[in-house]
């Protein structure tokens, strides 16, 4: 068991595939809170394994070592991933265990680092670790505004402003025309 597997016993398999992962409608997640720099994903959503986690993690543990820095990892690896071996035929269950994965929303942090570092040392052990996992993954600061789906929400955009359309709807337009005549 290593640090990334999550503390629970698999006691039933999951569904196979993909599943759905929410990509927007939501800023949670998407700015530094506890260290000062942080690795953010910008593309779509990924589902990223312990094995890649753990992979980003050593990176930026090798790159600031000997440094006084701390990391915080946001992702816990909850979801089992079941596969079966390669020309196997249909039916047959689905498969033993294989690994522990992690779904990742877009625009979400994934690692924060804190410390006494310079930025540009810190810049590049993410830079680094963003190489070893899947997507694509911008470095952002503790108080950079918060995203919403891909827009970031700063120069007087709110979260209000996307989630209402720009037009009126049928009906406000319909009343506002009734209004003007009476």
């Not at 990509?23 to 094995?51: C, E, F, Q």
């Not at 942090?109 to 310079?118: A, L, T």
Request: with cysteine; proline share 5%.
């Amino acid at each position: 068991m290593s640090s990334t597997d999550p503390a629970l016993d698999q006691r039933y398999k999951d569904q196979k595939g993909r599943p759905r992962v929410p990509t927007g409608g939501s800023t949670r997640g998407t700015t530094v809170i506890w260290g000062d720099y942080g690795l953010r994903m910008k593309d779509h959503d990924r589902r990223i394994s312990a094995h890649q986690f753990k992979n980003g993690e050593d990176v930026i543990r090798r790159r600031l070592r000997g440094m006084n820095f701390r990391l915080f990892t946001r992702w816990n690896t909850d979801v089992a991933v079941y596969m079966k071996g390669n020309e196997s035929r249909m039916g047959t269950g689905k498969g033993k265990f294989n690994h522990w994965a992690a779904r990742v929303p877009v625009s979400r942090i994934v690692f924060e680092v804190s410390g006494d570092c310079h930025e540009q040392i810190i810049r590049d052990a993410l830079r680094l670790a963003a190489n070893k996992l899947p997507g694509s993954y911008e470095f952002v600061k503790k108080g950079d505004p918060p995203v919403l789906g891909i827009t970031k929400l700063s120069a007087g955009v709110t979260a209000a402003d996307l989630h209402h359309p720009q037009k009126k709807s049928p009906v406000e337009q319909t009343t506002h025309r009734l209004r003007g005549t009476t």
